[in-house]
């Protein structure tokens, strides 16, 4: 019985938290999984729950209502029944009041524990998801690297391929990819599929067109003037999915979904100004 | 991926977001000069114009024009 306390109370004062993070963090970023000893889990339990747990014990002690609940003699009697049959029998009565006791001291630390652990979760989520901008406000690097420290462990591949870590507006990844076989793809990145283990599946691609780079080299042994612009080849349909296992090397370019919008120079301004006046004079036929 | 390899990383991405802001703006103005009437065309037809560029094809919006200048 002692063992199947013991068993409980880990699942609910460690593993219950550690659970909890990682659901937040799954909320947000795909992390890597990665295939721990039971040993390694508990340890690092543990050591997270450490900080939120002493948290929860210091409050419910200031608050007094660890000890209205209980008395240190409580736990005692409780831990003592249950190693030994000979201390339950001739203390029966006092075990099941203590026991009740018991629960209560537990309730205080207990709720206290996960609100912590809640709060703490939501203001990781609020600060991964406003990562850029608090990551623009810092400008020493090592206060940089400890902010980095806050984001879960996240797979590689989504931090390129995902748009939450970007700076503010809206953007939009652009991919050059050459497969094993020779072919070059271009197109909007749409969606990734990761492994569990953070490597990269397949890429998705929006109006993906191709590049044909046997006529363009041959065109150009003909022509020296020859201009790539030519030799792309728009895909039909909207779903273009590379396989991982067929990608040689990826280019990858992150752009503004409105190009112009940001801080323009005088220059361009100049040349979208003149293109707008022509627009306000009818065509002439 | 530790927080230096993280802090790393996004250090390059800020700076291909700079350099790839940088050139497709370059070809979509140079685009717009070269050939000024058949995107003035494409904007009186359907208030808005494709511009091929390195990057892909990019729609250009009468209405993002306009914020731009603005």
């Known amino acids: 019985m002692l063992a199947l306390l013991v068993s409980l109370l880990i699942a609910v004062y460690l593993l219950g938290p550690n659970l909890i993070a990682r659901w937040a963090a799954d909320l ?9 000893s039971h040993a390694e889990e508990v340890a690092r339990s543990i050591i997270g729950a450490v900080i939120p747990l002493a948290l929860a014990v210091a409050w419910a002690r200031w608050s007094g209502a660890l000890w209205s609940s209980g008395t240190q003699r409580d736990v005692e009697t409780v831990f003592s029944a249950l190693e030994s049959d000979t201390f339950f029998q001739a203390h029966h009565q006092q075990f099941f009041t ?4 018991f629960f209560w001291m537990n309730y205080a630390i207990l709720w206290r524990l996960y ?11 609020a600060i991964v998801l406003n990562y850029n901008r608090v990551w623009r406000r810092l400008n020493k690097r090592w206060t940089r690297t400890l902010l980095a420290t806050i984001v879960p462990r996240i797979s590689e591949w989504d931090l390129l391929f995902s748009d939450m870590l970007l700076p503010e507006g809206t953007f939009r990844i652009m991919a050059d990819v050459l497969t094993k076989t020779g072919g070059l793809y271009q197109g909007t990145v749409q969606d990734r599929m990761l492994n569990n283990d953070g490597s990269l599946q397949s890429i998705t691609l929006s109006n993906p067109r191709r590049f044909e780079r046997a006529e363009f080299h041959k065109a150009k042994s003909e022509d020296i003037e ?13 779903l273009f999915i590379v396989m991982a296992s067929d990608i040689a090397n990826l280019n990858l370019r992150y752009i ?24 306000k004079v009818p065509p002439s036929f | 991926m530790s927080s230096s390899e993280l802090e790393y990383v996004l250090s390059l991405r800020d700076d ?11 070809e979509i103005i140079e685009f717009i000069q070269r050939h000024e009437d058949a995107v003035l065309a494409q904007l009186r037809a359907h208030e808005s114009a494709v ?6 094809e990019i729609t250009l919006n009468l209405a993002d024009l306009r914020e731009a200048v603005a």
């Not at chain 1, 947000?28 to 721990?36: G, P, Y």
């Not at chain 1, 609100?115 to 989520?125: C, K, M, N, Q, Y």
């Not at chain 1, 020859?226 to 909207?238: A, K, L, S, Y």
């Not at chain 1, 503004?256 to 627009?279: A, C, I, M, T």
């Open chain 1, 226 to 238: 020859t201009v790539t612009d030519e030799f792309w080849f728009n895909i039909p349909g909207n």
């Open chain 1, 115 to 125: 609100l912590i652990v809640l709060l703490a979760s939501g203001l990781r989520v």
């Open chain 2, 16 to 26: 291909n977001i700079g350099t790839s802001q940088k050139r497709l703006r370059a």
């Open chain 1, 28 to 36: 947000i970023v795909f992390r890597k999984t990665r295939v721990e």
């Open chain 1, 98 to 101: 203590s026991l009740y006791a």
């Open chain 2, 51 to 56: 511009i091929p560029t390195s990057f892909g």
């Open chain 1, 256 to 279: 503004r979904r409105k190009p112009l919008s940001f801080q323009p120079s005088e220059e361009e301004r100049e040349v979208l100004n003149r293109l707008l006046d022509r627009l």
